[in-house]
């Protein structure tokens, strides 16, 4: 696998490609899993009938639908409301009051939010305990289709699979074919576009949360987010992560491990 790798990287139309997107976009594909990046994009440029990545990256520049289309397959926009059913019981009853015990406003973070599905179902968890109003809540992704998805809040009734009835009878109105997200969730919600690798991070934060996203970086990335996620909560905030990604050392970046894939900065 290894040696597979290595003829991957070596690759000069690939390398290429990957040097243009950084310098005309700040976007490292260096910094995610090389072989599952490449055979991911060299699937969407054949589709798209390009012969090679010089040829893909040039019509990319000039054609919008195409770059989102391949910031798209780069970001692996899956997500789902209440993902992992039980993890978000555990921050609705264990997480958020241990965090209201400071009496404080909280400041909540959704990073690489993708279509808004992840900080929607934090913010229907903080309407029902009646914390919306006394929260502030981010959501950032690196994709601008992505985040006009997230922002116009209008889902396939099969991306309200999970979430329990009464709360889908609170919060979202069926719209033809669709559903549409409440008002009072998407004004509690500030939407912006960031580049998690290579933008800096706000401070203070109560709670971030980002799932299912560290999986497709390196060793190296991976590590210099855990540090820049330490930096950006306050002490005994918490980052919340995906059910594939447990840190296995978190002292090393000031967490220690509390409910499963919850981690506390001492």
């Known amino acids: 696998m290894a040696e597979r790798e290595q003829i991957e990287a070596a690759d000069p139309d690939y390398t290429g490609f990957i040097h243009n997107v950084k310098q005309s976009t700040g976007i490292d594909l260096a910094q995610y899993k090389e072989a599952q990046m490449k055979r991911r994009l060299t699937t969407l440029r054949m589709k798209n009938g390009y012969h090679s990545f010089q040829d893909f990256y040039a019509a990319m520049m000039k054609d919008k639908a195409l770059f989102y289309e391949f910031l798209d397959r780069m970001t692996i926009n899956v997500s789902e409301f209440w993902r992992n059913p039980n993890r978000w019981e555990v921050l609705r009853d264990v997480i958020l009051p241990d965090l ?16 808004g599905e992840e900080p929607y179902t934090l913010a229907m968890i903080l309407s029902d305990k009646n914390l919306l ?3 502030g809540i981010l959501a950032t992704d690196i994709d601008d289709g992505a985040l006009a998805k997230a922002k116009q809040g209008l889902y396939l009734e099969r991306s309200l699979k999970d979430v329990p009835k009464d709360v889908a009878a609170r919060y979202f109105a069926p719209e033809g ?3 549409k997200v409440s008002e009072s969730l998407k004004k509690s919600i500030d939407f912006r576009k960031q580049n998690l690798l290579l933008d800096k991070f706000d401070e203070g934060f109560d709670l971030i949360i980002c799932r299912n996203v560290m999986i497709y970086f390196t060793e190296e990335a991976k590590n210099k987010l855990y540090h820049k996620f330490s930096d950006s909560l306050r002490p005994g905030g918490y980052l919340f992560v995906g059910s594939t990604e447990q840190i296995f050392t978190p002292a090393q970046y000031g967490f220690e491990s509390t409910e499963t894939f919850f981690y506390r900065k001492k």
């Open 177 to 179: 074919p669709v559903f």
């Open 100 to 115: 209201q015990r400071s009496g404080r406003r909280l400041k909540l973070w959704s990073a690489a939010c993708s279509t």
């Open 133 to 135: 109003s006394q929260t």
